[in-house]
């Protein structure tokens, strides 16, 4: 299917979505449709009450936060890592309400509301015509950089599909008015071929997903389960590589999105050293501000043969 074909096919709800089991999806979606005309302040102030309501109400979110932050700060005390949890909280709520407008918003919307350093490392990642694997994480406004990248360059990305067809129709849309191309995570062949045409390719391998294609490699000085296949698609899409790392400054709200070159000899070949080597380049990213990250997730949800469950 050409490009023109596939957003044709998008737009179109399948009739079967409309089956009343789906309704609840919908009603949610309805909410996330009327939280997006929200003004952009009145968006932030309604996050960080839902944030507060989350901290409160979600006490296994809030366990694995806690057992997060106490995994990976341990030089914070006990004051400051409770503060971290509230200020995490605060932020994904915060998240939320960006989530819903980044599915509707336009473009423009952001004009005048970010920055963009480092735009050199892309360029020059792109002289000699290699695709780009931009590694990333997952920070809370993940799905409104998009509107921001729309302004700064041509960008496809890889996503996790939703388990939730409602959602999963809405959000594909949504994406795909962003980027080139939205790609399935386990469709490697496709995400390989879209490499080597030299496309630029938005992947974060931050994320636990059990044993398979993983090594164990230090994160935050704790053993994490973290894919391989950051080099592996490097290496099979003859790619180089980059780095990108997303914030909103606390103070004036402005989003700011950092690119960062990655060291030439990326793949290795040795597949604990380059999860190591991403990871530490994830943490460093994270360290910046790290409250605007998903700590949510259970990020060290597999463990080393032997050693019991940290949640």
Not at 166 to 193: P, Q, Y
């Amino acid at each position: 299917m050409n490009r023109s074909a596939e957003k044709t096919a998008i737009e179109k709800t399948p009739s079967a979505l409309y089956h009343p089991r789906h309704w609840p999806s919908w009603l949610a979606i309805g909410v996330l449709r009327l939280i997006s005309a929200l003004p952009f302040r009145a968006k932030l102030a309604a996050g960080k009450y839902a944030g507060l309501m989350g901290l409160k109400l979600a006490r296994r979110r809030r366990h694995i936060t806690e057992t997060n932050i106490r995994l990976c700060f341990p030089e914070l005390d006990a004051e400051a890592q409770a503060k971290l949890v509230r200020d995490i909280f605060i932020q994904n709520g915060i998240g939320f309400f960006e989530i819903a407008w980044a599915w509707w918003a336009k473009p423009e919307d952001l004009a005048g509301r970010y920055s963009v350093e480092g735009l050199e490392h892309i360029e020059n990642a792109r002289k000699d015509g290699s695709g780009i694997l931009l590694v990333g994480a997952h920070f809370v406004h993940l799905d409104i950089i998009g509107l921001v990248l729309k302004h700064v360059t041509q960008i496809d990305v890889i996503y996790r599909k939703n388990n939730d067809p409602v959602f999963e129709h809405v959000i594909t849309r949504g994406r795909k008015r962003l980027f080139e191309n939205v790609l399935e995570r386990s469709d490697m062949r496709k995400i390989v071929r879209v490499l080597r045409s030299g496309s630029m390719v938005w992947y974060s391998p931050d994320q636990d997903f059990g044993g398979r294609q993983s090594v164990f490699a230090p994160f935050f000085g704790v053993p994490a389960s973290t894919l391989v296949t950051t080099a592996q698609l490097a290496r099979m899409g003859r790619a180089k590589v980059c780095c990108m790392f997303h914030y909103r400054d606390p103070e004036t709200h402005q989003y700011r999105v950092v690119f960062k070159p990655v060291d030439d000899d990326f793949p290795s070949g040795d597949d604990v050293a380059d999860a190591t080597y991403i990871n530490s380049l994830i943490e460093a990213g994270i360290r910046e501000e790290p409250a605007q990250y998903m700590w949510v997730h259970r990020r060290f949800k597999t463990r080393p043969p032997g050693e019991p469950s940290l949640y």
